[in-house]
């Protein structure tokens, strides 16, 4: 079986405003271990990566890095580096700090600690062996009734939720096709929410798979009573 050559990028520099408190979401405490070590921990379960750049705020490199000393101490290739202003900037820093030639990236939230293993791997295979498409990310299909509305919240239409999914991480991409979409959306002044979108715009082919339920954001308050809980209920599991 061919090797995939994989490396990640992990962002993990948001300010965690919508949580409240003083402490950003990717350091809160699960169990007595923070997101962050979660995430990169299931990762790592699930294959071997070439290289793992964290990105993290500025003030707090050098501590995410004696952090990952400890949490990891026969890891020899996860590095941390500062992030950018937003997550597109810090998914470029990351890519402009790769050191080692690879076939594919996989770009996962920080603070999504429940990574769907096996469909990941799945994935990473489907798409290094796809001469059609240039990316496959992660998501849910809508189950949900969806209404189009006007700023006024008047409902305009029903939409199709037959076609609309909802968009998790990770999200895969052949290298050279990333970094070459990441470099014209900085040349043209191209800001996006993903970095799927970035392909969109140069016309590039990216697929979606069926993520997990599972593979929750931590974003608010809730969220991190909701994480407590899986991480109990799945005890020798993760």
Known sequence: MTEIKTSAIIPAAGSGTRIGGS??????????????????????????FVEIIVVVPHDEVADVQGKIVKWFPVENNIKVICGGATR???????????????DLILIHDGVRPFIPKSSTVDALSNLYHSSDLDGLIAGMKVTDTLKKVEVNLTIVETVDRETVWTVQTPQIFKLQTLFEAHKFALQNSINATDDAMLLEVVGKKVGIYEGSADNIKI??????????????????EI
């Open 88 to 102: 597109q900037e810090s998914v470029y820093n990351g890519l402009s700090h790769l050191e080692h030639p690879v």
């Open 219 to 236: 974003t608010k308050p809730f969220d991190v009573k909701l994480a407590e809980w899986m991480i109990a209920s799945k005890e020798g």
């Open 23 to 48: 402490i950003k979401k990717q350091f809160l405490k699960l169990q007595g271990k923070e997101v962050l070590n979660w995430t990169l921990e299931a990762l790592m379960k699930m294959q071997s």
